[in-house]
């Protein structure tokens, strides 16, 4: 892994344009990086990764680019907000013709069926907002007169990104349906809810989102399941699950907010949520406890392997440094001590309501 200034590269050459572009939370662009480097070598594709610390996104080098976005799917990957092939690097534009190279670079590409103008999520990028947005004003319809981009956003072409990071630099890159995440910056946007007890219930509404297919989310939840809340005090994932009109008893020596009680489908439990345990097996568990991450996951194995649930949303707290090793090693002892399970679905994703940690989604049938 290289730690470069992408503003100031004193490689000499512009780096080679073939492999992946992925966004990630500013200051996790190491743990990306590892991500990537540890799964390409697992598939045995060669690459190299390159990134500074703050900037967002994470360039993984390979002479076989196609082969890498094979082989390593979106769905798979845990600190990529998004996954991208690169396409091109432009560097030194002229602020007065920034779509003349990228029509070059775009030659013999093919169509594609969406424009996504981008910058990263860092402070500095967030500088580019408005650039980001006149310009794909212009260039979606320069890109359409030209036979670039089709005439309406159509799923069966790949989309089309162009990803700045200063006014005269900027990357091509193209995403593929269903293979990348469907938000501009890989963020979705929702609405935050002034009634929510707290901020946290957004975190398991993108969960709900992002790690279930659509036809995940309409088979396994439903009006009447039975839920848990491990650490569950003040209630905002409580009252994400109580939305769904599910019953749920909530787990933690802290207060539940009140009018989550007066709802009729809360039963609070003031216990520890490491030592409770369920009358009966239930549909849904879901933890949001700060504890050591393999703490957590030894203890949400211990769920499933006794049949006490079906579903699982929990989070892991990431330590400051290594979080990617951490992360494999708490992963495998969750694999490992949740019994034997004909299937055992397991995703895990650091969303973007996630700060210092992920978010795990696991289910047996």
């Given at each position: ?12 050459a512009?780096?080679?344009?073939s ?10 662009e ?5 991500e ?41 990957l ?14 030194d ?6 779509i003349?190279p ?5 030659a013999?590409?093919g ?13 500095d ?6 650039l ?7 260039l ?56 929510a ?17 659509e ?36 787990v933690?020596?802290?207060p ?8 009729g ?19 849904w ?15 949400m ?12 949303i929990?989070?892991l ?7 990617w090793?951490?992360?494999?090693l708490?992963l495998?002892?969750?694999a ?17 309501h996630?700060r ?10």
């Open positions: 892994m290289h730690d470069i200034d992408p503003l100031q590269s004193d490689l000499g512009t780096p080679p344009v492999g992946l572009l992925c966004y990630c939370r500013p200051g996790f190491s743990d990306l990086a590892a990537l480097t540890e799964r390409a070598a697992g598939v045995r594709v060669a690459g190299y990764a390159q990134t500074r610390r703050g900037d967002g996104y994470v360039l993984f080098h390979s002479d076989n680019g196609p082969a890498l976005t094979h082989e390593l799917p979106f769905r798979e845990i600190f990529a907000r998004q996954k991208l092939m690169l396409l091109a690097e432009l560097r534009l002229d602020p007065t013709d920034r003349t990228i029509f070059e670079a775009l013999g590409r169509r594609h069926g969406e424009l996504i103008v981008e910058h990263p999520d860092s402070d990028g967030k500088q580019l907002a408005g980001a947005r006149s310009f794909g004003n212009a979606r319809p320069a890109l359409r007169k030209r036979g670039f981009l089709s005439q309406k956003d159509e799923a069966r072409f790949p989309r089309l990104h162009v990803f700045f990071v200063s006014g005269t630099h900027a990357f091509i890159a193209q995403s593929i349906v269903g293979d990348s995440a469907p938000w501009a910056m890989g963020i979705p946007r929702l609405r935050t809810h002034t009634e007890p707290s901020r946290s219930a957004l975190k398991l509404e993108e969960a709900f989102m992002t790690l279930l297919t036809r995940e989310r309409n088979a396994r939840i439903k009006p009447g399941m039975r839920a848990v809340d491990l650490g569950a005090a003040p209630g905002g994932w409580t009252w994400v699950l109580t939305r769904e009109h599910m019953r749920v008893v909530a933690d020596n802290g539940m907010q009140a009018e989550l009680l007066d709802t489908l809360v039963d609070h439990h003031r216990v520890d949520g490491f030592r409770y345990q369920p009358v009966g097996p239930v549909d568990l879901v933890c949001d406890m700060v504890e050591q991450p393999r703490r957590v996951a030894d203890r194995a211990t769920w499933f392997r006794e049949g006490w649930c079906r579903h699982a929990f989070n707290k990431l330590p400051m440094k290594k979080r090793q951490e992360t494999l708490a495998d002892l969750f490992n001590n949740a019994g034997e399970h004909a299937t055992l679905t397991l995703r895990a994703r650091q969303l973007y996630d210092e940690e992920i978010t795990v989604y696991a289910s047996v049938e």
